[in-house]
């Protein structure tokens, strides 16, 4: 079972900048893939980014060039970098552990855009 808690949520004005961080119980580099989702209100969850245990990423059109996601391997942390948020940036953003048919996710952090 691998638990994930994510912190650095908050408000912003649109323009700002904001950095979640996701710690894992285990080490990240076994767990492979990490990855930001994010939910808003009357919407579905939908994937922001993953990074693999060998740093390749991908990222949501909508979010290219503005985030970005990384990791550090000895801290079994998972970071994404929010810059020139926007009010459709809110929602609640969860970290997530995938390994192969097992999905873990945290319980989330609010990110609230103000324009």
């Known amino acids: 079972q691998v638990q994930l808690v994510e912190s650095g949520g908050g408000l912003v004005q649109a323009g700002g900048s904001l950095k979640l961080s996701c710690a894992a119980s285990?080490?990240?580099?076994?767990?492979?893939?990490m990855g930001w989702y994010r939910q808003a209100p009357g919407n579905q969850r939908e994937l922001v980014t993953t990074?693999?245990?060998?740093?390749?990423?991908n990222y949501a059109d909508f979010v290219k060039g503005r985030f970005t996601i990384s990791r550090d391997n000895a801290k079994n942390t998972v970071y994404l970098q929010m810059n020139s948020l926007k009010p459709e940036d809110t929602a609640v953003y969860y970290c997530?552990?995938?390994?192969?048919?097992?999905?873990?996710w945290g319980r989330g952090t609010q990110v609230t855009v103000s324009s």
């Open positions: 285990e080490s990240i580099f076994i767990i492979g893939t």
């Open positions: 990074i693999t245990s060998r740093g390749s990423t």
């Open positions: 997530n552990a995938n390994l192969g048919p097992l999905n873990y």
